[in-house]
């Protein structure tokens, strides 16, 4: 009987933990396939629309100078762009603070957002090209680092972290929530927190 | 004849003192002949102790060919270094060479417009680490990429602010005259003693040498 009862338990307690997954762009049958530009034809919001690229795990936010409206996102993003990877983890993580909720703070940070800084510039220096100009390999090193870099008409968000919760896209860059998309197995149209949609431009 | 004799006497010595004036001119040009070099012709850490000057420090790290330019927090005056920086901070800005340059001079001015890329980060991945931060890398390219950089606060122990970066100037000496430029832009214009102790800018602020080294920039550019 006791035996039966162990077993059973061991059994519920298997069924109700759920799985620790990696990072998430894949939840079961949804995984997050947006590729291309997707643009809103609302022209008084700040964002004009998004440039997914699924291969190089890149995020444009195309920025509407003209617009006055979902400045907090802008202006979030603004803030992270300044603030960078480096003074990030300064200021929310300390890898020499042993405590254990620190330590898996930095661990599960190093897992979604580690990069290998001499490998990134030895492949970077190889692409370079006569004639490139420096915000041009600037470019190609932030594509290949996680954080988010401001642009003139852009924000680029690299290496983002993205995953599913209660039927939303999480955006996450640099450990923070910047963007979240409805669940929709529609790829021409997505839309975000907002209620705004964007619908996906054809390819030229 | 007495009066064509003293007509020639009149001209010959008209013709020498031409040739004294012209001969004298050569030698005062040739002392002041200027060299265009890379070389930065001091090391070292220049204090200003006065309260009012725009620059506070400068460190020569002729090692590397850069000077740390620290400013004066405090400073309410003309600013001259910002200015700079905001017309300087595209490296791609392409200023003519000065037509009056030997083709030495002009090399190095066109070197510093059109730095080799490839070259430099490939000698950036040499030096830095698979952890190294990426404002740390991007760093080490700016100390070997022409410009004036503001020199941003990371991972010091304590964050400097004010800070801008001279990289890789061209230096035209004329004597104890030192002027520091950057695509033919002047950054700074200094004047030294004879053993190098002091300096004294434009504006007649005098920096006196307080140490032979940064140890914080030193360790961050030896790592």
């Given at each position: 009987m006791l035996k039966r009862i162990a077993v059973f338990s061991l059994l519920l307690i298997t069924l109700v933990t759920p799985s620790t997954a990696?990072?998430?762009?894949?939840?079961g049958a949804q995984s997050f396939n947006y590729d291309g530009v997707y643009l809103t034809q609302?022209?008084?919001?700040?964002?004009?629309g998004f440039e997914f690229d699924k291969d190089q795990e890149l995020i444009k936010v195309i920025v509407n100078h003209q617009g006055d409206r979902n400045r907090e996102r802008i202006d979030l993003l603004h803030q992270l762009s300044v603030q960078g990877m480096d003074l990030y983890v300064l200021s929310n993580l300390?890898?020499?603070?042993?405590?254990e909720k620190m330590q898996e703070n930095f661990q599960e940070f190093q897992k979604r957002y580690s990069y290998d800084t001499k490998a990134i510039y030895q492949e970077v220096s190889q692409l370079i090209e006569p004639g490139m100009k420096r915000e041009d390999v600037t470019f190609l090193l932030q594509e290949r680092i996680p954080g988010v870099y401001q642009h003139q008409d852009f924000y680029l968000i690299s290496q983002p972290y993205i995953y599913l919760s209660q039927n939303l896209w999480i955006v996450e860059a640099l450990g923070t929530r910047v963007l979240r998309f409805e669940l929709s197995n529609d790829l021409e149209e997505i839309t975000d927190d907002f209620g705004v949609s964007y619908l996906r431009e054809d390819d030229n | 004849m007495k009066k064509l004799l003293n007509f020639k006497a009149l001209y010959l010595g008209f013709l020498s003192l031409l040739s004294v004036i012209f001969i004298s001119s050569n030698s005062v040009m040739h002392a002041q002949e200027s060299s265009l070099t890379t070389d930065i012709p001091f090391s070292g850490v220049y204090v200003n102790q006065?309260?009012?000057?725009?620059?506070?420090e400068l460190y020569f790290y002729a090692d590397q060919k850069v000077v740390l330019i620290s400013l004066n927090p405090d400073y309410t005056g003309l600013e001259t270094i910002f200015p700079l920086y905001s017309a300087l901070?595209?490296?791609?800005l392409v200023v003519t060479p000065q037509?009056?340059?030997?083709a030495e001079a002009e090399a190095l001015v066109l070197n510093q417009i059109m730095p080799d890329y490839a070259q430099i980060y490939a000698a950036v991945a040499e030096e830095i680490?698979?952890?190294?931060?990426f404002a740390e890398a991007e760093l080490r390219v700016n100390f070997k990429v022409p410009g004036l950089y503001r020199l941003e606060a990371f991972n010091w122990s304590t964050p400097r602010s004010h800070n801008y970066i001279l990289s890789q100037p061209l230096i035209e000496s004329q004597g104890q005259d030192h002027f520091f430029n950057m695509y033919n832009l002047p950054v700074l214009a200094l004047t030294s003693n004879l053993n190098d102790e002091t300096l004294v800018n434009e504006r007649g602020q005098i920096f006196e040498k307080t140490?032979?080294?940064l140890p914080e920039l030193d360790a961050l550019i030896d790592q």
């Amino acid at each position: 009987m006791l035996k039966r009862i162990a077993v059973f338990s061991l059994l519920l307690i298997t069924l109700v933990t759920p799985s620790t997954a990696n990072a998430q762009t894949e939840v079961g049958a949804q995984s997050f396939n947006y590729d291309g530009v997707y643009l809103t034809q609302e022209n008084d919001r700040l964002i004009k629309g998004f440039e997914f690229d699924k291969d190089q795990e890149l995020i444009k936010v195309i920025v509407n100078h003209q617009g006055d409206r979902n400045r907090e996102r802008i202006d979030l993003l603004h803030q992270l762009s300044v603030q960078g990877m480096d003074l990030y983890v300064l200021s929310n993580l300390n890898p020499t603070d042993t405590s254990e909720k620190m330590q898996e703070n930095f661990q599960e940070f190093q897992k979604r957002y580690s990069y290998d800084t001499k490998a990134i510039y030895q492949e970077v220096s190889q692409l370079i090209e006569p004639g490139m100009k420096r915000e041009d390999v600037t470019f190609l090193l932030q594509e290949r680092i996680p954080g988010v870099y401001q642009h003139q008409d852009f924000y680029l968000i690299s290496q983002p972290y993205i995953y599913l919760s209660q039927n939303l896209w999480i955006v996450e860059a640099l450990g923070t929530r910047v963007l979240r998309f409805e669940l929709s197995n529609d790829l021409e149209e997505i839309t975000d927190d907002f209620g705004v949609s964007y619908l996906r431009e054809d390819d030229n | 004849m007495k009066k064509l004799l003293n007509f020639k006497a009149l001209y010959l010595g008209f013709l020498s003192l031409l040739s004294v004036i012209f001969i004298s001119s050569n030698s005062v040009m040739h002392a002041q002949e200027s060299s265009l070099t890379t070389d930065i012709p001091f090391s070292g850490v220049y204090v200003n102790q006065e309260a009012t000057s725009e620059i506070k420090e400068l460190y020569f790290y002729a090692d590397q060919k850069v000077v740390l330019i620290s400013l004066n927090p405090d400073y309410t005056g003309l600013e001259t270094i910002f200015p700079l920086y905001s017309a300087l901070n595209n490296p791609e800005l392409v200023v003519t060479p000065q037509k009056n340059h030997d083709a030495e001079a002009e090399a190095l001015v066109l070197n510093q417009i059109m730095p080799d890329y490839a070259q430099i980060y490939a000698a950036v991945a040499e030096e830095i680490t698979p952890s190294t931060p990426f404002a740390e890398a991007e760093l080490r390219v700016n100390f070997k990429v022409p410009g004036l950089y503001r020199l941003e606060a990371f991972n010091w122990s304590t964050p400097r602010s004010h800070n801008y970066i001279l990289s890789q100037p061209l230096i035209e000496s004329q004597g104890q005259d030192h002027f520091f430029n950057m695509y033919n832009l002047p950054v700074l214009a200094l004047t030294s003693n004879l053993n190098d102790e002091t300096l004294v800018n434009e504006r007649g602020q005098i920096f006196e040498k307080t140490a032979d080294t940064l140890p914080e920039l030193d360790a961050l550019i030896d790592q």
